[in-house]
């Protein structure tokens, strides 16, 4: 199955609280997990992405972390401003005949002051 | 400046209308795609090419056509458009050949079919 599940659909998040978005596969194969972030009227545009040989991965207030026998891995916003309100993707790939890029269905984050 | 661009950004059109929704990249990628959005379901890949002169089908293809004539260029071509195609489309690219890596996406064209 080359499936990835995100929730929540949308998210409402006051300023300064983290805001938590999860994703999970079901491809055993996958191996490479980008987030992308969706500012309105935009293209999206990678924000962060993990491997599976490390648990947790930060850049700046964004972290991503990836729970390998779960199949799951989520971002977390440390936080949160207003700016942040975009759409996120969830995605995975993987080698050998898997590398088409999977997207999860997105989630809507709105942060208000 | 490293960029998709894609025209038009904007388009209203009727049914049976062909239409070219043009995509450009200036990054000397290999790997280019075409993705459509729509509420609830996310990005589904139409079609991508890894090379010139190689194109193949994505998810969602029934409907569209493509073409890689040169490396920068991949347009999308609707031959006879349905409201079912009412949709915003995004053209992106890729260094990597298979498509692994940072995908690099145009601002989008919002399309409506009447």
């Known amino acids: 199955q080359q499936q990835v599940k995100q929730s929540p659909q949308s998210l409402i998040v006051q300023k300064g609280g983290i805001p938590i978005i999860n994703c999970a596969y079901e491809?055993?194969?996958?191996?490479?997990f980008p987030w992308y972030q969706q500012f309105p009227g935009k293209g999206p545009a990678l924000l962060i992405a993990i491997r599976p040989d490390v648990s947790e991965k930060k850049e700046g207030r964004f972290t991503i972390s990836f729970n390998k026998s779960a199949k799951q891995f989520s971002l977390h916003i440390m936080d949160s401003q207003p700016g942040d309100s975009a759409t996120y993707f969830c995605a995975a790939s993987g080698a050998f005949g898997n590398e088409k890029l999977t997207f999860g269905t997105g989630t809507r984050l709105t942060i208000i002051p | 400046e490293a960029q998709v661009t894609q025209n038009p950004r904007y388009l209203i059109t009727v049914t049976g209308k062909k239409l070219t929704v043009t995509c450009s990249q200036n990054?000397?990628?290999?790997?280019m795609s075409w993705y459509r959005q729509d509420p609830g379901l996310g990005l589904r890949q139409i079609y991508y090419s890894m090379n010139v002169e190689v194109t193949d089908k994505g998810d969602v293809p029934e409907g569209y056509k493509v073409s890689r004539k040169e490396k920068r260029n991949f347009p999308l071509i609707l031959e006879s458009p349905s409201p079912n195609q009412t949709s915003l489309y995004f053209c992106?690219?890729?260094?990597?050949?298979?498509?692994?890596?940072?995908?690099?996406f145009g601002e989008g064209s919002r399309l409506t079919v009447l």
């Open positions: 992106a690219s890729s260094q990597a050949a298979s498509g692994r890596g940072e995908l690099f």
């Open positions: 990054m000397n990628h290999e790997y």
């Open positions: 491809n055993t194969a996958f191996d490479y």
